[in-house]
């Protein structure tokens, strides 16, 4: 069964720390993995989408890890800011045998990031 | 570029009643949308696939009847609740897909819906 598991739950930081959020997932075929960020009452946000051959993708202070053999991913925040308490989210993408699809999409459900002053 | 825009962001209807949302990809055309429904601390869950043009593709357990989806241009899909029941009350987000661009979809603001 296809499933993207995500860890911890929830995670409280002080601002300016480091933290590191965890995906593990059971998808075949595989095709990306992207994560995203989720403002509360908001649409996710896109922040790094990851195919099988890549390893390691930055977007600012974000940089995101990929161990295809493992089946594990990390997302990594340096230096925090309030602004990034939100949900992160981590979606794979199961590469499906016919066009006209967004692909198999299955969703974690997420980190919950409180950054605190 | 990629902006999808959902309006409205959030409604209040009353049991009975129908509402619609929309989804709009305002920079770019859009073959493809999904609709999605998160209820609080979950996942989102895939409802439908609205292919412009063509009947949508409803996920197994989401009632097509209830959820009326239309995609008639290809920047606009709408997704109507109708006979809304408290139970409907969720936040619906739909995304769409640059025609053409490979998987990469964009996620629209979200819609919270509550229903009394």
New interface residues.
């Given amino acids: 069964k296809n499933q993207v598991e995500q860890s911890p739950q929830s995670l409280i930081i002080l601002e300016g720390k480091n933290c590191t959020l965890q995906c593990n997932y059971t998808v075949s075929p595989f ?2 993995l992207r994560w ?1 960020k989720q403002d509360t ?6 922040l790094t ?1 990851m195919t099988f051959s890549e390893n390691t993708k930055s977007n600012g202070r974000y940089t995101a890890t990929l161990d295809a053999d493992t089946k594990q991913s990390s997302l990594h925040i340096t230096a925090s800011q309030l602004s990034d308490s939100a949900s992160y ?1 981590c979606v794979v ?1 199961a590469r499906m045998n016919y066009g ?4 198999n ?1 299955i ?4 980190t919950k990031l409180s950054v605190k002053p | 570029g990629a902006v999808v825009s959902q309006h409205p962001s959030w409604v209040i209807c009353k049991s009975g009643t129908s509402v619609k949302i929309e989804c709009r990809s305002l920079d770019f055309q859009a073959t493809t949308m999904f609709w999605y429904r998160q209820f609080p601390k979950q996942s989102l869950m895939l409802m439908a696939t609205s292919n412009e043009g063509s009947k949508a593709t409803y996920e197994q357990g989401v009632e097509k009847d209830k959820f009326l989806i239309n995609h008639a241009s290809l920047t606009l899909s709408t997704l109507t609740v109708t006979s809304a029941h408290p139970e409907d009350s969720s936040f619906y987000i739909c995304s769409a897909r640059r025609t053409g661009r490979g998987t990469e979809a964009f996620f629209g603001q979200g819609t919270r819906l509550t229903v009394v």
């Fill in positions: 095709s990306n995203y009452g908001r649409g996710p946000v896109s989408i989210i993408s006209g699809s967004q692909g999409l969703f974690g459900k997420g």
